[in-house]
């Protein structure tokens, strides 16, 4: 960091298993991708090309390069792999997996309608070659999945070959653990936590308040994900204590300070 500033939560180094951050790559260009490298690649853990951006980004395989060379996990959206799967084209999603030498994959299950024990067969087949993220919830609001189903399917998923299962909210952050204006479903969220082991959830948190709540709640090593490209610093302040919003919950309690009515 540029200068010392003692009382600051301790943050694992990378390569890390907790605290990550994930950052959602909606078609950023090589040139954005430098730059994104310049200021916050070394904050940043896994970078998803969302949804079916891949399909249309040009120079595809360059910033997979570069994201990988940072030492980064890159992997495509699970809407392409649903996409894939849907047209009965595993075995093709397989080979631009290879053609584009990714070390990472996402089973996902948010748009399609798939049997669960389908869905951890292609987790347990992707495994044996790539790190594999499986998400779980759906990406329309009016599916409402009752939490024993969520827990159920994320130690599945776990089981099945998963490093981490991802807890969906969309990049709108108003479905899956989130009510519809946002805001957390506290219930559903208590009992993933109470089900499912903490280092293996990366939580969907692509709003401000979001990523207040989660660390309020689980600290500053907490798992986040689909940030923007631009609140990858933004967020890691929120992580130290370096932004009002958390500024005093990481301190020590004689440097706490209580407002007097």
Not at 231 to 236: G, S
């Amino acid at each position: 960091m540029n200068f010392t500033l003692p009382f600051l939560p301790a943050r694992p180094e990378k390569p890390r298993n907790n605290g990550l951050t994930m950052m959602m790559d909606k078609g950023l260009s090589v040139r954005q991708v430098e730059d994104f490298l310049s200021a916050s690649g070394s904050l940043t853990d896994i970078v998803k090309l969302g949804f079916g951006t891949s399909y249309l980004t040009n120079n595809i395989e360059q910033k997979i390069k570069l994201y990988k060379e940072a030492g980064m996990k890159v992997y495509l959206g699970g809407t392409l792999f649903e996409a894939f799967i849907i047209r009965g084209m595993f075995n093709d999603y397989l080979k631009l997996l290879d053609k584009l030498k990714l070390n990472s994959a996402e089973v996902s299950d948010g748009s399609i309608e798939m049997p669960h024990d389908e869905k951890c067969g292609y987790i347990h087949t992707l495994s044996k070659h790539y790190t594999v993220l499986s998400e779980v919830g759906s990406k329309e609001g009016s599916k409402v999945f009752p939490a024993a189903k969520w827990t159920q399917m994320m130690n599945k998923e776990l089981e099945a070959g998963s490093w981490k299962v991802i807890a969906e909210a969309r990049e709108s952050g108003t479905v899956g653990i989130y009510n519809s204006n946002g805001s957390a479903d506290t219930m559903l969220i208590n009992e993933i936590m109470a089900k499912v082991d903490g280092d293996s959830i990366l939580w969907e948190a692509p709003l401000k308040p979001q990523q207040v709540w989660f660390l309020k709640l689980l600290g500053s090593n907490v798992n986040l994900g689909n940030i923007a490209y631009d609140d990858v610093i933004p967020l890691e302040t929120l992580r130290l204590g370096l932004r009002g919003d958390t500024f005093f919950s990481f301190l020590p309690k004689e440097l706490q300070q209580t407002t007097e009515v």
